[in-house]
């Protein structure tokens, strides 16, 4: 079992940051990928971000490169999402979750307002 827990979601206004974090917790002998997503209302889930298990190589959506940061750290079974730049059309609630399983954190909701 595997528990992902996010925090760090808020009202920021257009051009603000946020970090999001996520906790890992339960019995996994080793993190694999880990990816960020987010739904807006009315929308479906999409994928903005994804981190291998070391770390070494990411991937982000062509809407979020430049102004989205993923990284890790292991040791800690942390999972981060820096977030500068925003845009109304970053407002969303954003999950985090352990690529290639069905665990999923229960959601940050992030707003941007102008």
């Known amino acids: 079992q595997v528990q992902l827990v996010e925090s760090g979601g808020g009202l920021v206004q257009a051009g603000g940051s946020l970090r999001l974090s996520c906790a890992i917790s339960?019995?996994?002998?080793?993190?694999?990928?880990m990816g960020w997503y987010r739904q807006a209302p009315g929308k479906q889930r999409e994928l903005v971000a994804t981190?291998?298990?070391?770390?070494?190589?990411?991937n982000y959506a062509d809407s979020v490169k430049g102004r989205f940061t993923i990284s890790r750290d292991n040791a800690k079974k942390m999972v981060y999402l820096q977030m500068n730049s925003l845009k109304l059309e970053d407002t969303a609630v954003y999950y985090c979750?352990?690529?290639?399983?069905?665990?999923w954190g229960q959601g940050t909701q992030v707003t941007v307002s102008s």
């Open positions: 981190v291998t298990g070391g770390g070494g190589a990411t």
């Open positions: 339960g019995t996994i002998f080793s993190i694999g990928s």
């Open positions: 979750r352990l690529i290639g399983s069905n665990y």
